[in-house]
């Protein structure tokens, strides 16, 4: 992840607020794939957000010695 990219809950935010749109219709087809295109490439962030929150936790578990 880069400096310029939102962090997550700003991009959960995001990809909140263009669902809503998308599931509100009244979009053009232009708009809706820009917005779906947006979604998609904020979901992919908040994944590599949550794997990473993921590693970090499984190392410290490691390092305790709690492994699960």
């Not at 219709?25 to 979604?39: A, D, F, N, V």
């Amino acid at each position: 992840m880069s400096e310029a990219d939102p962090t997550y809950e700003q991009a959960r935010d995001e990809l909140v607020q263009i669902v809503a749109k998308l599931e509100a219709g009244g979009t053009t087809l232009e708009e809706s794939l820009k917005l779906w295109q947006r979604g998609e490439e904020l979901a992919a962030l908040c994944e590599r957000y949550l794997e990473g929150a993921r590693h970090k936790l499984a190392q410290v578990s490691k390092d305790d010695g709690t492994d699960s």
